[in-house]
């Protein structure tokens, strides 16, 4: 069974920092991991992703703020934010790509269960 975790968030003064952590176990192959946020009424965007390859996506409001990296070896993603902002509030749910099985033909889509992240002005 494919298990997603996350951990780190929680409430920061404005121009805080705070780093968030996401392991992903059960799976067979990953093939990225990222972060994506949501606030209540607004659909979920992205915030940043990673393939195992080490290509990087991210939305433009968190470039030269937040920086993704990860560990493939144990199958775990972070997330460093950095200059944290009040409009980054928000719900921060990790997605993971992969297939679950040795030979499994499609690439499935992981969530993790959201950490909160809050900034106060």
């Known amino acids: 069974q494919v298990q997603v975790v996350e951990s780190g968030g929680g409430l920061v003064q404005a121009g805080g920092t705070l780093r968030l952590s996401c392991a992903v176990s059960?799976?067979?192959?990953?093939?990225?991991m990222g972060w994506y946020r949501q606030t209540p009424g607004a659909q979920r965007e992205l915030v940043a992703t990673?393939?195992?390859?080490?290509?990087?996506d991210s939305a433009e409001s968190v470039k030269g703020r937040f920086t993704i990296s990860r560990v493939n070896a144990n199958n775990t993603v972070y997330l460093q934010m950095n200059t944290l902002k009040p409009e980054d509030t928000a719900g921060y749910y990790c997605?993971?790509?992969?297939?679950?099985?040795?030979?499994?033909?499609?690439?499935?889509?992981?969530w993790g269960q959201g950490t909160q992240v809050t900034v106060s002005s």
């Open positions: 997605n993971v790509k992969g297939r679950p099985f040795f030979g499994s033909r499609g690439v499935v889509d992981y």
């Open positions: 059960g799976i067979a192959r990953v093939d990225a």
């Open positions: 990673m393939t195992t390859g080490g290509l990087t």
